[in-house]
């Protein structure tokens, strides 16, 4: 019987903690089916970007022109995918989604672009307006 209890604890911890994480960030789009299936795309997206973008800012601080190539590539391999995608907030306005999606991409290349030619701290600034190419998406169509 004790183990069954320990059974029940954990189990009861798993439903209590893990789940509520899951429901959160998934459960809550009443719209289901292909919304939420293009949710999950433009959440798994926005990883790549946050771990890319950070990896890429290390790869700068290092001189590693490689490395800031491979991490740029992997951003603007899913920009195209980016700009099909539709946000919760304002969906409707597509165009200004793509322009803001196509001015980051802009940031993206003119930062490696710098990179390739041993401008770091060129890079570093562009990297900047990476960051505010984010943040200029997501106060119109996330915050
Ligand atoms: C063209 C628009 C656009 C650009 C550019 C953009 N994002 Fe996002 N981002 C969004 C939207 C929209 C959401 C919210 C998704 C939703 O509607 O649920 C989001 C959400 C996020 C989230 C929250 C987690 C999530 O999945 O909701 C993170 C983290 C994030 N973005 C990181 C970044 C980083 C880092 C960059 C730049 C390197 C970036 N994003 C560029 C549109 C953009």
């Known amino acids: 019987m004790r183990i069954l209890a320990s059974i029940a604890v954990v189990l009861t911890a798993w439903l209590l903690l893990i789940n509520p994480i899951e429901a959160s960030a998934h459960g809550n789009d009443p719209r289901g089916g292909r919304a939420d299936e293009q ?6 997206m ?3 970007f946050s771990v890319a973008s950070a990896e890429l800012g ?6 590693d022109v490689v490395a800031a190539k491979a991490q740029a590539d992997k951003i603007l391999a899913a920009v195209p995918d980016l700009k099909k995608s539709k946000p919760h907030k304002n969906s409707k306005q597509r ?12 940031t993206v290349n003119f930062t490696v672009d ?12 562009a990297l900047k307006k990476v960051e505010e190419a984010c943040a200029a998406c997501h106060a119109k169509f996330r915050d």
Not at 95 to 106: D, G, I, Q, R
Not at 119 to 124: E, L, M, Y
């Open 46 to 48: 926005m990883l790549v």
């Open 58 to 63: 290390a790869a700068l601080e290092k001189g």
């Open 39 to 44: 949710m999950k795309k433009l959440h798994a």
């Open 114 to 125: 710098l990179a390739k030619k041993d401008d770091f701290s060129g890079a570093k600034a």
């Open 95 to 106: 165009k200004k989604f793509v322009e803001l999606a196509t001015s980051f991409e802009k």
